[in-house]
């Protein structure tokens, strides 16, 4: 007996089928060009986001010591009325610069973490990615500030149940995420340039607890440029935390500031770390 020979499929049904199979063998059109920079940067600030919605312990940790600023060197230097701060209340003039201090501290250790990568291969596998350099760095330095700009809303929390006077315009408040993402973005790249440089998590601790006191406290975060010997002054100039914290006093304070001059410095330290990160990312690989 003769077998009965089956009905062939219509033929839109056959096409449908060949459509659904080329979108499966045909691979998305990668990112390319200017692209690339955004969606790495979003996938970095993604991945760090994760990390803390599972580990929130070093968000808290991290909230400790800007809390003890404000609350026994603030409250302290307020009643003792020695630094001029121009009829501002001390506590007020001291936490743009917390803020800055402590975003300042989670950057500035962010080489650790390249350098955990590549010890663990990571790091060999993303350089090995068509992603240029450039955006591997770009992408972790504002991740960096993401966790920044999460510990920076903790410190105004915290300021601002302490009685502190800060602005809620929704236009300045922006500008501190920017001015935060940036400030970080810096000292996240001075850090990566530093692992690049020493290759080890023991030195890079080291220098990174050697430089962080003296570029605070050659900042203008705790006291007036004024108020600094002529050598600390010359020094507070080329410190980009000095204008990142004249940028929040201005923002969140209302005190007059030079926000351009300020915004114009924090690009150009940040494109600086950038390219010199990126340059020392492939030392580390070795």
């Known amino acids: 007996m003769s077998a009965v020979p089956a009905t062939p499929p219509p033929a839109s049904a056959d096409m449908t089928g060949v459509g659904d199979l080329d979108l499966l063998l045909v691979p998305p059109r990668p990112r390319t060009g200017w692209r690339v920079l955004p969606a790495r940067v979003a996938a970095m600030c993604v991945v760090e986001l994760q990390k803390l919605r599972h580990d929130r312990t070093e ?45 300042m501290f989670i950057a500035i250790f962010y080489g650790i973490q390249i350098i955990w990568e590549r010890d663990s291969g990571v790091l060999t596998k993303l350089l090995v990615t ?53 400030g970080s973005a810096f000292f996240s790249c001075l850090s990566v340039t530093i692992a690049g440089i020493v290759l080890t998590r023991d030195r890079l601790m080291g220098i990174g607890q050697a430089i962080t006191m003296p570029l605070f406290f050659a900042s203008n975060a705790l006291y007036p440029t004024t108020a600094m010997p002529d050598w600390l002054r010359y020094i507070s100039v080329i410190n980009p935390l000095s204008y990142e914290v004249d940028a929040l006093r201005g923002l969140l304070l209302g005190i007059p500031s030079d926000l351009p001059l300020d915004f114009v410095v924090l690009l150009a330290a940040s494109a600086i770390g950038i390219t010199a990160a990126s340059g020392l990312l492939g030392r580390l690989a070795r």
């Not at 409250?75 to 402590?102: C, H, M, N, W």
């Not at 972790?140 to 920044?148: D, H, L, N, Q």
Request: glycine share 8%.
């Open 59 to 103: 968000l808290y940790t991290r909230a400790v010591q800007p809390a003890l600023w404000l609350l026994i060197f603030g409250e302290t230097f307020t009643r003792i009325k020695v630094i001029p701060t121009g009829g501002i209340p001390y506590l007020d003039y001291l936490a743009p610069g917390i803020i800055a201090q402590s975003t």
């Open 130 to 182: 068509p992603t240029p350099r450039v955006a591997l760095v770009t992408g972790k330095a504002f991740a960096a500030g993401v966790k920044a700009m999460i510990q920076a809303v903790v410190v105004v929390l915290i300021a601002a149940l302490l009685g502190v006077s800060m602005t809620w315009n929704p236009l300045r408040l922006a500008g501190v995420i920017v001015v935060v993402l940036l």
